[in-house]
């Protein structure tokens, strides 16, 4: 499985960005799909995810009500809706795909909120 991540960027707090992540290859089995970030001398925490079956969702306390994850399984693609971005949610953010219990990685996209 290959993941390919994009919308990352600049933006003041307060305001919005929308994080993509497309899978491609072997995605048949796939289970979920979810977001990861680190920040600077942080560890990587999981940020939320959606699984395929029933399209349920886990978000970390520190964004819900400001995230939205959702997919379009026909492409193969999660997105990261983002509102109301804080200074805090700075960091690079990472795609993963989970198969079994094995976790495929993309490769990050950097998300920068001004304070």
């Known amino acids: 499985v290959q993941l390919q991540a994009s919308g990352g960027g600049l933006v003041q707090a307060g305001g919005s960005l929308r994080l993509f992540c497309a899978a491609s290859?072997?995605?048949?089995?796939?289970?979920?799909m979810g977001w990861y970030r680190q920040a600077p001398g942080k560890e990587r925490d999981l940020v939320a995810r959606?699984?395929?079956?029933?399209?349920?969702?886990y978000y970390a306390d520190s964004v819900k009500g400001r995230f939205t994850i959702s997919r379009d399984g026909a492409k193969n693609t999660v997105y990261l809706q983002m509102n109301s971005l804080k200074p805090e949610d700075t960091a690079v953010y990472y795609c993963?795909?989970?198969?079994?219990?094995?976790?495929?990685w993309g490769q990050g996209t950097q998300v920068t909120v001004s304070s």
């Open positions: 993963t795909a989970r198969e079994g219990s094995y976790e495929y």
């Open positions: 290859g072997r995605t048949f089995g796939m289970n979920s």
């Open positions: 959606i699984w395929w079956s029933g399209s349920s969702t």
